[in-house]
Nanobody, 122 residues
Framework: QVQLVESGGGLVRTGGSLRLSCAAS????????MGWYRQAPGKQRELVAH???????NYADSVKGRFTISRDFAKNTVYLQMNTLEPEDTAVYYC????????????????WGQGTLVTVSS
């Protein structure tokens, strides 16, 4: 069974930085893409950043220029460097991965982590 484990969330003041990490553990044959989503209270979950195995990245407009996603798929890990944080960035951040469990798998499956809370105080 594959699990995604996030770390790095916490409380930070406006203008501060945090680095989130997400490691996938278990039986993994291939990773197609990994990314970060977030959900603020009373709002829908939204894409923050996404990176593919070919290093194609995609960012939400609200985080462009402030957040950077990177990966080390040899370690089944994705990172999110968050700089110049704003109170509007306060949310639970969820790791997402599109993986293939084995060479015998029919296709890729989508997995979610449990989430890590990021709180930005004004």
């Amino acid at each position: 069974q594959v699990q995604l484990v996030e770390s790095g969330g916490g409380l930070v003041r406006t203008g501060g930085s945090l680095r989130l990490s997400c490691a996938a553990s278990g039986s993994i044959f291939d990773i197609n893409a990994m990314g970060w989503y977030r959900q603020a209270p009373g709002k829908q979950r939204e894409l923050v950043a996404h990176i593919t195995s070919k290093d194609i990245t995609n960012y939400a407009d609200s985080v462009k220029g402030r957040f950077t996603i990177s990966r080390d798929f040899a370690k089944n890990t994705v990172y999110l460097q968050m700089n110049t944080l704003e109170p509007e960035d306060t949310a639970v951040y969820y790791c997402n991965a599109i993986i293939m469990r084995s060479s015998r798998s029919v296709g890729y499956v989508e997995l979610w982590g449990q989430g890590t809370l990021v709180t930005v105080s004004s």
